[in-house]
């Protein structure tokens, strides 16, 4: 009863937060998340730390992933990352995540130190501090450049044996970037999850931001060595799909992502654990 206390109450606060008007690009990459229709909230690992800073609380070893997304079909817009989380002390353990998009005459990255921990035997907590920058250019020189810190938060409560409630709240504190003051992007994503098997997800996650509500569903299945992901999200609807294939340590995935209008999104990572 004290957990589902606690989390009822620090789902309030997230709601309490509010949404705002945002600024800088979505860095978030995720493999797995994005194939499962953006339901990263709810997963484990180094490279959801972006959707919920909890998502390191329960790892056992060293693991670092990079990873990489191509925005309908366009190398121009791509955005690359380095995702790595390792134990830290007792019920503790430390992130680290790296984000890069743009190129010569704009560009964006994005560093984040998480610290997670287990409060409780079924509630973990994490606590990120995030420093982002955009640099621009004028085509011969550098123009401007502007640096500003934010702060993630999330939670994830296991409920009985195969249910997961989870919930993040992203720059609630309404960090600015450069002269204009624009607000970066603030978000509430919460989320339930249901494994009736090792591997077997089946996700419903809500995300609020500046564009309104946005609905989540995800589906893995696994399949031996292979990994089965799907999704889809509202606002706009798009669908996706993917796989992640475990051998020797090493797991390679990939997500595609339809769009209403534009060309398909490419995702795609190469996770070490050691």
Request: charged fraction near 15%.
């Amino acid at each position: 009863m004290m957990r589902m206390s606690s989390a009822v109450l620090f789902f309030a606060l997230l709601i309490l937060a509010g949404q705002s008007i945002a600024a800088f690009e979505e860095l978030e990459i995720g493999v797995t998340s994005q194939a499962m229709g953006g339901t990263g909230v709810i997963l484990y690992g180094a490279e959801m730390a972006l959707f919920n800073p909890a998502s390191i609380a329960e790892i056992t070893n060293r693991t670092v992933t990079v990873s990489g997304r191509l925005p309908f079909t366009n190398m121009d817009f791509g955005t690359y990352g380095i995702d790595g989380a390792f134990k830290l002390s007792g019920r503790w353990n430390a992130g680290v995540n790296i984000r890069y998009f743009g190129g010569d005459l704009y560009n964006e990255q994005m560093a984040a130190v998480t610290l997670a921990g287990m409060l409780t035997d079924d509630m973990s907590f994490g606590l990120q501090p995030v420093i982002c920058r955009a640099s621009i250019a004028d085509g011969v020189s550098e123009y401007g450049s502007a640096t500003t810190i934010a702060v993630n938060m999330g939670f994830q409560v296991r409920m009985y044996s195969r249910w997961l409630l989870a919930a993040s709240v992203r720059n609630p504190f309404q960090a600015r970037l450069g002269e204009s003051g624009e607000y970066l992007k603030r978000r509430i994503d919460t989320g339930l999850r249901y494994e009736p098997a090792t591997g077997m997800i089946s996700a419903l996650t809500f995300s609020r931001d500046f564009n309104g509500m946005r609905i989540h569903v995800g589906q893995s299945l696994p399949l031996g060595p292979v990994t089965l992901l799907a999704g889809v999200q509202s606002n706009p609807v798009s669908i996706s799909g993917g796989l992640d294939t475990y051998v020797s340590g090493i797991s390679l995935k990939y997500a595609v992502i339809t769009h209403p209008q534009l060309d398909l999104t490419h995702q795609f990572g190469v996770t070490y654990d050691f």
